[in-house]
């Protein structure tokens, strides 16, 4: 397993710089009845069972879903990774990508890298509601302790870093990067935990495409996910992320999707990440809800130096 190799100064460092980012978190919160009660109401979807889910909050996609909807990018990164290596997928679901990745189908279908990847990646899994199925629990026993786990009742923000470690593959399909009310400080704690030049998948759905010429998939309805600058006028999301020190990132919109997509890909290439802080404005509840963020001046998140210089 890769683990942070922090000197003891430099983990208290962080622990000290992620308590700061939390306050920071919870004190951005627009002091506003009705944004506390729009996030009650997404609790209140992440917590349905049964019949009481609602539509669009999908909870077993699987491993092709995440393929079919990720960078081309994805498919080979997840391939390559070895025994040594560790995948997190964060909005995981019921695991059922992560359980797909154990099954030798998997393999029948990926030769590229296969020798290399012998008993395959460690995996965890992130999900803030319990959506083990049976079948996770029988796939779990069987491939022994510590091969894949499930995390579950607390967000990506509520773990340290030391908790989660470091991964070569993050992977998020419709969960916190577009859920979260707090998106600055989500990407912060993703980029924290990626290894060096490990990367990070993930999409949204109806937003600005880099390129800038769609329009809002629902009529006289907002973008699902927007961002402005302090003077108020629009930001991307392609250009915030590419704003990001120490990454390189890619946007492919795809417009057959319905609605229409745009997904990413953010490869960390060097420590000294910063993110440019976002304030939530606005958060209507939903699969996914409804959100918009403003750029805030001056100083940038940064999750520290957390791995070896290149």
């Known amino acids: 397993m890769t683990t942070l190799k922090n000197?003891?100064?430099?983990?208290?460092?962080?622990?000290?710089?992620?308590?700061?980012?939390?306050?920071?978190?919870?004190?951005?919160?627009?002091?506003?009845?009705?944004?506390?009660?729009?996030i009650s109401k997404q609790e209140s979807i992440y917590q349905s069972k049964g019949e009481q889910v609602p539509d669009g909050y999908s909870i077993d996609r699987s491993l092709a879903d995440y393929t079919h909807a990720l960078p081309p990018e994805f498919d080979s990164a997840l391939a390559k990774l070895g025994p040594n290596d560790r995948w997190l997928d964060i909005g995981a679901g019921s695991g059922q990508a992560i359980l797909d990745y154990y099954t030798p189908d998997y393999d029948l279908t990926h030769w590229e890298g296969r020798e290399r990847r012998g008993r395959k990646a460690r995996a965890i899994a992130i999900s803030i509601e319990d959506r083990r199925t049976p079948r996770w629990q029988r796939d779990a026993a069987s491939l022994g302790a510590g091969k894949i786990e499930y995390l579950f009742n607390r967000r990506l923000r509520e773990y340290s870093l030391e908790e989660l470690g470091q991964f070569q593959v993050i992977t998020d399909v419709i969960g916190g990067f577009s859920y979260t009310d707090g998106l600055s400080l989500f990407v912060v704690k993703v980029l924290g935990c990626l290894d060096l030049y490990g990367s990070f998948f993930t999409l949204l759905q109806d937003v600005r495409s880099e390129e800038g010429t769609n329009r809002p998939h629902y009529a006289g309805a907002p973008f699902l996910t927007e961002i402005a600058n302090a003077e108020g006028s629009e930001v991307r999301v392609c250009a915030w992320l590419k704003s990001i020190t120490c990454v390189q990132v890619s946007c492919e919109f795809k417009a057959s999707w319905k609605p229409p997509i745009e997904v990413f890909r953010i490869r960390k290439v060097c420590n000294d990440v910063t993110v440019p802080d976002l304030?939530?404005?606005?958060?209507?509840?939903?699969?996914?809800?409804?959100?918009?963020?403003?750029?805030?001046?001056?100083?940038?998140?940064?999750?520290?130096?957390?791995?070896?210089?290149?």
Do not use: C, D, K, M
């Not at 100064?9 to 004190?27: D, G, K, M, P, V």
């Open 279 to 310: 304030v939530p404005l606005h958060y209507v509840a939903g699969t996914p809800p409804e959100r918009r963020f403003q750029l805030r001046n001056p100083t940038p998140a940064s999750p520290g130096r957390t791995g070896a210089t290149p």
């Open 7 to 38: 000197t003891g100064i430099r983990l208290a460092a962080l622990l000290f710089l992620q308590a700061l980012w939390l306050e920071t978190s919870h004190s951005q919160v627009p002091a506003n009845p009705a944004f506390g009660e729009e």
